[in-house]
């Protein structure tokens, strides 16, 4: 941009005239509303406050309370039959010969709440680099209070079940329930403390690690080895890819995917698949903003109000797409791609 020195604001925060284009004007032109930010009462009264409530911090916490009421109603009901019928209803994945075939209640707790983990996982890496547990002895107290949340519900449990069959269940009052956990908070997010979420959700990734220990040495018929060391080797994978720039999101899925069907066939709960992919995802962006800043200030200004033909721009446009995505965090980017979901 000729006769304008780096840092100075552009057309591309807002000043008029600041890019040295002839047949530019001082008039702004609106870009195209979608069609949900368009006029009428459907779209007023209905989709838009839609959007809005799903855009919320608390919709998630919401829609999980008002899942389990209905949930728990249902169950109970002269209908609760048909509640258990669905969560056996059989779902199936297959290639060839390979397949993976689980009732919907596998499905639930094993994959989908593996993208809940994920989530998690990433809110405790951005909390562990740039957030309130980057110091290690604020990531040691939930730790430690995590340790407590386990061993102390163990002990009372065994205290009133000292001996029989019922003894061999201390396992089962170790693990919080970090969904409803979250979904609470969620709900009292205006009137918690700031550093309580990433305490509670450190502490509950914690005691659910912890959990999955323990059913895994002393619940489960036998731990896979050999997948075990695979999944550990795709973890190695994942982290040498981001290490070496490998940034494109098929590869990163393909291998989240490999990383869970291995964790899965180990015999150990294959939500800990969820949790190390958040871990190992870059809390920082590849490039530096400034940097970026300079490059798409560069690009924009070989573009044209009215290029001939309209598409003549296209390069420059997609350039300006890709250095937008560098200058935002790996991390940042899945987040908002799962957030409409999570």
Known sequence: MAGVPWGVPGSLVGVEGAVPHADRTNER???????????GPLRRRLVRPIQAFLHEESAGGV????????????????WGAGYERLWHTQLSIRLGPWGISEDLRHWVNDALMSLFFLVVGLEIKRELVTGELREPRAAALPAIAALGGMVVPALIYLALNPGGEAARGWGI??????????????????????????????????????????IALFYSEGVAWGPLL??????????????SSVRSAPVHVALGA???????????????????????TPAVA????RTVSREAHRVADE????????DADAPQWLELARLAREAVSPLARVEASLHPWT
């Open 258 to 280: 490999l990383l869970w069907i291995a964790v899965y066939a180990s015999g150990v709960h294959p939500t800990i698949a969820g949790v190390a992919m958040g871990l190992l």
């Open 303 to 310: 573009t044209s109000d009215q290029p001939s033909p309209p």
């Open 230 to 243: 695979a999944a550990a080797g795709v973890c190695g994978l994942i982290a040498a890819a981001w290490r």
């Open 286 to 289: 590849f490039e530096r903003p």
């Open 29 to 39: 032109a609106e870009v195209r509303r979608t069609w949900a930010q368009g006029e």
């Open 63 to 78: 829609l999980l309370l008002a899942a389990a009421v209905a949930a728990l109603a249902w169950a109970n009901s002269p």
């Open 173 to 214: 009052p170790m693990a919080t329930d970090i969904a409803f956990a979250v979904g609470v908070l969620t709900l009292a997010a205006k009137v918690a403390p700031s550093g309580l979420k990433p305490f509670l959700l450190a502490l509950a990734i914690v005691d659910d690690i912890g959990a999955i220990v323990v």
